[in-house]
């Protein structure tokens, strides 16, 4: 023990009043708590977007029991769909079509057929006006 360091049970006294005086025990050590940054589950607020169910290929799909909706990266809900729909210009795109790579699939259906049915017209490239 250093020589000016004072044992816990020791009584000194008080410089100057010369009263007897007891070291204070200790503070304890309060317990760290976790950082605030984890909300709990109850305190989540729901997304203001509804989350899309993943595609079930046994499932009708949005144009009818031929189409499938994507899964949520936009890939076919199975191999057998290989044909993309796009819904907003009511087109398809077999894989030969130039823009079959590029388009995002709203919609899959099985065969052009399929697409036909469900109201979807094949990708055909516009002919240039002839003058």
């Keep these: 023990m250093a020589p000016d360091a004072v044992a816990p049970d020791a ?3 008080d410089p100057v009043t010369s009263d007897p005086v007891t070291p204070a025990p200790p503070a304890a050590a309060e317990p760290e708590t976790p950082p605030a940054t984890v909300r709990p589950a109850a305190a989540r607020r729901p997304s ?3 989350r899309r169910p993943a595609a079930d290929p046994d499932r009708p799909g949005p144009f009818g029991p031929a189409s499938a909706a994507p899964l949520p990266d936009g890939s076919a809900p199975g191999p057998e769909f290989t044909i993309k729909g796009n819904a907003g210009s009511m087109l398809f795109h077999p894989p030969s079509s130039p823009y079959y790579g590029r388009t995002k699939a709203e919609v899959w259906f099985r065969t052009p057929e399929d697409a036909i049915a469900a109201g979807f017209t094949a990708y055909a490239p ?3 006006a002839t003058r």
């Design 126 to 128: 516009r002919r240039k």
């Design 48 to 50: 203001p977007r509804p």
């Design 11 to 13: 009584v000194t006294s």
